[in-house]
């Protein structure tokens, strides 16, 4: 089955700067692989998402690049926030299941 | 759009009573509804996935008589925890996913439950 592995799990970032967090996945069958930030308690929510035709994606400050020769895509947050912190999970599509990451713990401060 | 309704948000209870979460997709269709559970700091384990007018698929490991499953609508699946124990506590967090492939699933708010 999907294996996919997040680092790092810990990110600490001073305000304005970048934040990168990388995937890697085993299943070269997967082809769509989204990115969710979870807040506190609270549910799990898309920020975005690439599908394996395409190598890159941005929607404002969040990007994903995708690597499918490699098999990792990499989420990046530039200009980050103090309501950036949360924690981010990646997932992998594998037969129509999510495999998800392990998550990482962003923590922007101001 | 694509939103996902979770209800109890919140269940405490006696060991040995039975729990139902009930899952609903509000403005969509839900082909398929996932059903996951996560231990704090801890990612999102799936348990078992449901199709509408279908029995259920589980997880490796997960009890099919314990974590009972049903999926009657196209926006209703519902998760009954039997006979809970303390052991069972835990957040409990469903999706949904539209028709097609590579289509993202939209979570509902979770159910924390806490059995005594």
């Known amino acids: 089955g999907e294996n996919v592995e997040q680092h790092p799990s810990t990110l600490s970032v001073q305000e304005g700067d970048s934040a990168v967090i990388k995937c890697t996945y085993s299943?070269?069958?997967?082809?769509?692989f989204p990115w969710y930030k979870q807040e506190l308690g609270k549910r799990p929510q898309l920020i975005i998402d690439?599908?394996?035709?395409?190598g890159e994606k941005k929607d404002q400050r969040i990007a994903v690049t995708l690597n499918k020769t490699a098999k990792h895509f990499s989420l990046h947050i530039t200009e980050t926030q103090p309501e950036d912190s949360a924690v981010y999970f990646c997932a992998a599509d594998s037969w129509g299941k999510f495999q998800f990451g392990a998550g990482t713990q962003v923590v922007v401060t101001p | 759009g694509a939103v996902v309704s979770q209800h109890p948000s919140w269940v405490i209870c006696k060991s040995g009573t039975s729990v139902k979460i009930e899952c609903r997709s509000l403005d969509f269709q839900a082909t398929t509804m996932f059903w996951y559970r996560q231990f704090p700091k801890q990612s999102l384990m799936l348990m078992a996935t449901?199709?509408?007018?279908?029995?259920?698929?589980?997880e490796q490991g997960v009890e099919k008589d314990k974590f009972l499953i049903n999926h009657a609508s196209l926006t209703l699946s519902t998760l009954t925890v039997t006979s809970a124990h303390p052991e069972d506590s835990s957040f409990y967090i469903c999706?949904?996913?539209?028709?097609?492939?590579?289509?993202?699933?939209?979570f509902g708010d979770g159910t924390r439950l806490s059995i005594l």
């Open positions: 690439i599908r394996s035709n395409v």
């Open positions: 299943d070269s069958a997967s082809n769509y």
């Open positions: 999706s949904a996913r539209g028709n097609g492939d590579n289509q993202p699933q939209h």
């Open positions: 449901s199709n509408e007018g279908s029995k259920a698929t589980y």
